[in-house]
């Protein structure tokens, strides 16, 4: 009998949430030129792994900045990283992967949205133990530049 993994993931936040995309004009509204998202992500047992994202979806204006941070409160052992979902997804001016460290002081990483309006997909991967024991989450939030 293969072992079983839980996942704990906490999305705070939810725009979306499952629900259809608001009016472009009402996330227009609502877009900024800056944004941090905080993850936090920790390795709680064997087979478990929580993770909290405190934004799920973000709106930005075209070149806004958006960085990720991997709050203080996460375990030693929980590797974060942004990636590309697909090549033409890809949300970001700056090459992937984005590879945060752990607290605002030990490299928040991010980069300027796309100039292009749209609505962009990337991965949120967060890796607990070593190999060949690895347990993986992976998460997929969106960014909509308008």
């Given amino acids: 009998m293969a072992a079983s993994i839980t996942v704990v ?6 725009d979306s949430g499952g629900r259809a995309a608001p009016p472009a ?30 934004k799920w979806v973000v709106d930005m204006k075209p070149n806004g900045v958006v960085t990720f941070v991997v709050d203080t409160a996460s375990s030693d052992d929980a590797v974060v990283t942004i990636e590309q979902k697909t090549p033409d997804q890809w949300p970001f001016a700056d090459a992937p992967p984005f590879n945060p460290g752990k607290g605002s002081a030990n490299g928040p990483k991010g980069g300027k949205a796309k100039a292009a309006k749209g609505e962009y997909h ?17 998460i997929d939030p969106d960014i909509f530049v308008d």
């Fill in 9 to 14: 993931v906490a999305l705070a936040a939810c």
């Fill in 122 to 138: 990337y991965n949120l991967r967060v890796v607990c133990g070593t190999a060949p024991n690895t347990r993986t989450v992976l």
């Fill in 25 to 54: 004009s009402d996330r227009e509204i609502k877009a900024k030129n800056a944004d941090t998202i905080t993850v936090t992500a920790n390795c709680a047992a064997a087979n478990q792994i929580d993770v909290d994202v405190n």
